[in-house]
């Protein structure tokens, strides 16, 4: 949902290109979060405070780093 309203954002000011980039930079984040998840459901023992905290310092990581570069340009 939030990538949606992201996208309506950059759609109105006619930067389509920083939404594209911002779905680059999250697609590691995107991608452990999908095979997490798909772990969590074959094996509930995956759901721990671990892999919750790899999730969320990845995700904060990357984000960061979006908008540190969109900062730079």
């Known amino acids: 949902m939030a990538g949606l ?3 309506f954002s950059f759609q109105t ?4 290109n ?4 911002f779905n680059l930079v ?3 984040s995107t991608l452990y979060f999908l ?4 772990k969590s459901f074959r094996d509930k023992t995956q759901v721990n405070f671990k892999n919750t ?3 969320l ?3 904060s990581m990357l984000s960061n780093l979006y908008f540190l570069i969109l900062l730079i340009k």
């Open 57 to 59: 310092v990845l995700s």
């Open 13 to 16: 000011d006619g930067t389509i």
């Open 53 to 55: 905290m790899i999730m």
């Open 18 to 21: 920083n939404y594209c980039f």
């Open 35 to 38: 095979s997490w998840g798909l």
């Open 26 to 28: 999250m697609l590691p």
């Open 5 to 7: 309203f992201i996208n």
